[in-house]
């Protein structure tokens, strides 16, 4: 195991005694553990881990990460990375979570769609649906961003806007676009310059940015999901590992990333900084927006205990990737926990980033009676 540490407090300042201290620390080296022995199987190829809790932190890399600053394909954890930059253009006033999508695309209308707003977007109750159903065609044609917001304008709607809830990457790819329009700019500079680079992600890009191929980790495409060319052997180049995929920078899949630069950003809103939004924007971000009797979503955030395991509050929020990631942050107990792993996510139940997650936050409920 490859580690490296960094911690910014006494253990009895950030912890507040001794025992609490060392429970804390062996639940740590129990989740690095976890991912140590997946690494020495050969059974996840590459991982980092980073935890923080109240000014306390600390990070490890596994199997072939070369230090703590590897970049992972983050898989849906891009999601709230772009949608915070679609958020710098509400606090600026250029749009309301109430308009209707056919504000900004008016193309976007008839059969339903004209009642979806930019809420039902971010909520996941749009009735849009997660994929497209040309999804490998486009891909394989190694078709732009344009391509595939154009395919997800003329998708019927599953069902009425805000009646059920239904994951959709599709909904994250044209909220994304709005902020492309209302900026100008493509979504890969425009989080660059409102979220990566304000927030000090050193080691984090939509799509590539600045860094190449060889410098990101490679997913195990073996056990990627279908959608992502899993079993294709004709998918490598437009599959994960792709340079085509890679470069696409998609809001619903394509950031690379660090574990520490994914906790410099769920910083941003566990402490509301306001440094990437304003305070109560952060705020209203990581609450539940959608009625009672649908899923619990954040705007772009998954919230809930679900996400966070059984030690965590029902405070908490994050995400998941199908590339084999987690994030999360609890408010109660000021942690954040990121585990990257090179093993998509189907490929084995339970993942070895939700064991080590798990371990985690199993030490919360006990630090916060």
Known sequence: MKRRSFIHASLATTLGTPLLAAFKQDAWDEAAAVLTRATESGQVASATLYASQQGREQAWAFGNAQDEHAMFLLGSISKPIAIASLMTLFDKGAFQLTDPLKKFIPAFFGEGRENVTMRHLLTHVSGLPDQLNDNDSLRKQHAPLSAFVEHAIRTPLEFAPGSQYQYSSMAILLASHVAELISGEDIRKLVDRVVLQPLGMMHSAQGLGRFSLTQLVPVQTEFAAVEAGGGDPTASDWDWNSTYWRELGAPWGGTHASAPDIGKFLAEFLLEKGTVVRPETAKMMVINQNPVGLESRGIAFDVGTSLGGEGCSE???????????????????????????????????????????????????????
Not at 360 to 366: E, K, M, S, V, Y
């Open 315 to 369: 405070s908490v929020f994050g995400h998941t990737g199908s590339t084999g990631t987690i994030a999360w942050a609890d408010p109660e107990s000021k942690t954040i926990c990121v585990v990257l792993t090179s093993l998509p996510a189907l490929a084995v139940k339970p993942h070895p980033r939700d064991l080590a997650a798990g371990q985690i936050a199993r030490p919360l409920t006990t630090a916060q009676r």
